[in-house]
């Protein structure tokens, strides 16, 4: 129905803004930004330390956003990057430790600081001074002293060819920077115009430290349009649709400028009046995205669970047994197709921390290293950095995933106020057994009173589990008490609720 190859597909509402990453139709990528709210992760704050707790070795910063963020005194010191030095330049005499950071640092210094990551929970967001203000080709450092060449780019005449770029950029003495991976290939000049586009950025932040001293924020992040568009839009993108004419028209010419006006040929303006993602498909692709089973090709399943403490993964054969074949090479079929699903959803739904992934047992380890590699393979390109262990002996696999914002299940769902997170709540036969005890108890409290009326309010389901398979046991309660029994259904109260009350005076007789 549609044309094959890489397209982006952007849905511009005025609450909400959702980017789709499509390769040949199938959801490869997916981010979403809410825009009432501030882009904090990689925007720039002028920070004030509200709090140094030199057990933890860190420090709180007022920020302006309610909650401080949270920074270890290693992320105070001058930044250090494992990329290639190209060149050096006079250090300081004696090094800055971190014993130095209370010292250097007081409370209520006023510095710099970059969020990391975000607010997840009941933590603030984490942040660092080593600033990094990404372009599309290039990443400035105003504190370090070092310029590096993406680690990715891994061709011998082109990393000589960048680092003589790099070195030939006027940059002011003390600042760094980062080839990025997009920019192999591409011409001095690209580099030399968007420096002077960030560092125009960042002398607009040191003027506004200068003038106002006070806590602020001095660059924001740009929206996810634009990251999304300096971060996605290389060479075998086919075509970017968008719905709506105001960043349609932003779009175009951002990219004619920063890029060239043959890329910005590729941005299309999707006029029809049905949804943009229903007529790419991306809905239907989206509503499976949170799904806990996630099917594989050859009829086995993964299934996902985030908890506050780690992501864990289980893999299952499912159908897949049934097929012929040897049973070893079945398993390392599925397993194959979880890893790739598993490094397809670990992106669509923004997973970080700690992942566990449980594979099916492998009894020939020459298949355990077939996995790791191929897993290490295919998030190599991830743009949130992971590291990867290989499987145990008890066929586990355990990595960690940067993670600087909330998953997409966190951003788009709170925990129910009923089951508090667990996805589950009693069963009937759980609260029929309450009932009673508290029956019980109320007949036992009031065995002197007399004419009393018992009356118990709670969901159809569970009265329905009352007038069957309980009733003889109520009717064993209400002979050896002598008092009148009586229930009622109310389909407004959840399963587990449940209202003993006097029926004559609506008074609750057990709370």
């Not at 050859?298 to 985030?306: A, F, L, P, R």
Request: hydrophobic share 35%.
């Amino acid at each position: 129905m549609y044309n094959s190859g890489r397209k982006i597909i952007i849905n511009s509402e005025k609450l909400e803004t959702r980017v789709a990453l499509l390769n040949n139709n199938r959801l490869e990528e997916y981010q979403m930004e809410r825009k009432h709210k501030v882009n904090v992760v990689g925007s720039v704050f002028l920070g004030r330390i509200a709090n140094i707790q030199t057990s933890l070795k860190a420090v709180f910063v007022d920020i302006g956003l309610g909650k401080n963020a949270f920074m270890h005194f290693a992320d105070m010191l001058p930044a250090t990057y494992d990329e290639v030095n190209l060149k050096t330049s006079k250090r300081p005499e004696r090094r800055i430790r971190p014993d130095d950071i209370p010292e250097l640092f007081p409370v209520n210094s006023m510095l710099f600081v970059q969020i990391t990551k975000g607010a997840i929970g009941t933590k603030g967001p984490r942040a660092t001074t080593n600033i990094a203000i990404a372009g599309r080709y290039f990443v400035l450092l105003p504190y370090s002293y070092h310029l590096g060449i993406s680690r990715r780019i891994d061709d011998h005449k082109e990393r000589s060819r960048l680092k003589k770029i790099m070195l030939s950029l006027d940059l002011p003495k003390g600042m760094g920077g980062i080839c990025r991976t997009v920019a192999e290939g591409r011409k001095s000049i690209y580099f030399k115009r968007e420096v002077n586009m960030l560092m125009e950025q960042w002398r607009t932040a040191e003027k506004i430290k200068k003038e106002k001293n006070r806590v602020c924020v001095v660059y924001q992040e740009p929206s996810l349009i634009e990251k999304s568009m300096r971060d996605f839009l290389a060479e075998d993108i086919s075509e970017v649709v968008i719905d709506s004419s105001n960043d349609y028209a932003y779009i175009k010419d951002f990219i004619a400028r920063v890029v060239n006006k043959r890329a910005a040929a590729k941005i299309k303006l999707y006029r029809s009046p049905t949804p943009i993602f229903e007529k790419y498909h991306v809905e239907e692709k989206l509503s499976a995205i949170l799904d806990r089973q996630v099917s594989l090709p050859s009829g086995g399943y993964i299934c996902i669970d985030e908890t506050e403490a780690l992501i864990s993964i289980d893999i299952n054969t499912g159908s897949s047994t049934r097929s012929g074949g040897k049973n070893d090479e079945l398993i390392l079929q599925t397993n194959t197709e979880a890893s790739e699903e598993i490094a397809r959803q670990l992106r669509l739904r923004n997973i970080g921390g700690l992942v566990v992934i449980d594979y099916i047992d492998m009894m020939n380890p020459r298949h355990n290293d077939i996995i790791l590699k191929l897993m290490r393979r295919l998030l190599k390109n991830d743009r949130a950095k992971s590291k990867i262990l290989p499987i145990s002996s008890l066929g586990l696999m355990q990595m960690t995933r940067q993670r600087e914002q909330q998953s997409l299940l966190d951003r788009n769902y709170d925990p129910c106020p009923y089951c508090k997170g667990t996805g589950k709540v009693k069963s009937p036969l759980s609260i029929s057994v309450e009932i009673q005890r508290m029956i019980k108890e109320v007949l036992k409290r009031r065995t002197h009173t007399k004419n009393l009326s018992v009356r118990v309010i709670m969901n159809p389901t569970i009265l329905n589990r009352l007038k069957n398979e309980d009733e003889e046991f109520l009717e064993e309660l209400e002979s050896k008490y002598g008092k009148d029994l009586s229930f009622r259904a109310d389909p407004e109260l959840h399963v587990e609720e449940f209202k003993i009350i006097d029926p004559e005076t609506g008074r609750e007789l057990f709370k």
